[in-house]
């Protein structure tokens, strides 16, 4: 019964077609319910302080290959369904943003718990539905660039103190796509082939989701602009969560050179209950940067690591206001900051 606590995002993906059958403003369904749901939610089940759960629970396990399926069943469905003339403009804008928020959160999150596996077939899972967002180097970039120099200026995917989320999200996009190629070609390099070698996965992953985008645009191109909305979405969305995980958090110089180690005191953490039900358990994220590969279920509270005022959900909604945002973050960000 504890797994059926993180089957929450099915919920939130079922209001994407169920909002479409019923029609009309109806297909905005998913747009309103997925924040009001996740804060309201997150202030009234309060915080968490259960441990992780013992190793070998496949259906733990099951939950993101089960939820990946979903939302690429439900995307497909919805390229189809947008395709139709009769659908009109109201109808097609509701069900791109539902698919687009319930990709960006909940899909990517679980294609992020796949990517981290060390199971080669669990990792194939994550990439396609980072395919179907376009955005298959965020395996390459988020492993090899982030998990190595998070909470540093070297990576893309940290925000500093002060910078605002939209300029944030240009950066950490064209950084990104830069960080993965340059890991590529340094990797080629040392086994001796040459940068456009047949084995650059950037090559690879690009190819892949231009024949994606090519046979929806043959399809219908009502369809391939539902599948470049979304897909933009989806990015931004994962884009904000990456602005909120370290903002401000910096690792020192060392007198003796380089930097300190990462900690639980680099990332944003949340142990409210909706939040970490919804997400895989991301709001653990000091103890996800500590063991990437632990699965998500395992994942531990750190108590000595920084707590967001709200759950995520409200983090990226008070973050769309910058100087709102800045009033809130910046002063915590400095309390953490001073501390030795």
């Known amino acids: 019964m504890r797994a059926l606590r993180f089957s929450i995002p099915f919920l939130f993906l079922a209001s994407a077609p169920l909002g479409f059958v019923l029609g009309g403003a109806w297909s905005y369904l998913t747009l309103a319910l997925v924040p009001l749901a996740l804060c309201s939610f997150d202030l009234v089940l309060g915080f968490e302080a259960e441990a992780g759960t013992p190793p070998g629970a496949l259906r733990y396990r099951l939950l993101p290959y089960l939820y990946i399926a979903a939302q690429l069943t439900v995307t497909i469905w919805a390229a189809f369904a947008i395709a139709r003339p009769s659908v009109t403009l109201i109808e097609a804008v509701g069900l791109t943003l539902s698919i687009g928020i319930t990709a960006g959160i909940f899909g990517i999150l679980a294609a992020h718990e796949m990517v981290h596996s060390p199971i080669p077939a669990e990792r194939a899972v994550g990439l396609v539905l980072l395919a179907s967002v376009g955005y298959m180097h965020f395996r390459i970039a988020h492993i090899h660039g982030h998990h190595v120099h998070a909470a540093t200026f070297r990576d893309s995917a940290s925000a500093r103190r002060g910078e605002g989320a939209y300029r944030f999200i240009l950066r950490s996009v064209t950084g990104q796509v830069r960080e993965a190629w340059s890991f590529e070609a340094a990797r080629l390099r040392r086994s001796g082939r040459r940068v456009l070698d047949p084995a650059n996965r950037m090559l690879l992953y690009f190819a892949i989701e231009a024949l994606i985008g090519a046979g929806v645009a043959a399809f219908s191109p009502r369809a391939l602009a ?107 960000v400095d309390v953490w900051m001073s501390q030795s």
């Open 226 to 332: 539902f599948w470049l909305a979304q897909a933009v979405l989806a990015v931004v969305l994962l884009e904000m969560f990456n602005y909120i995980a370290h903002y401000g958090l910096a690792r020192r110089s060392l007198a003796a050179g380089g930097l300190e180690r990462l900690g639980p005191r680099h990332s944003w953490n949340s142990s409210r209950r909706m939040n970490n039900w919804s997400l895989f358990n991301m709001g653990r994220h000091s103890d996800h940067h500590r063991r990437p590969t632990q699965a998500y279920q395992r994942l531990e509270i750190e108590p000595d690591a920084p707590e967001l005022p709200t759950g995520y959900a409200g983090a990226i909604l008070l973050a769309l206001t910058p100087p709102l945002w800045r009033r809130v973050m910046d002063p915590r």
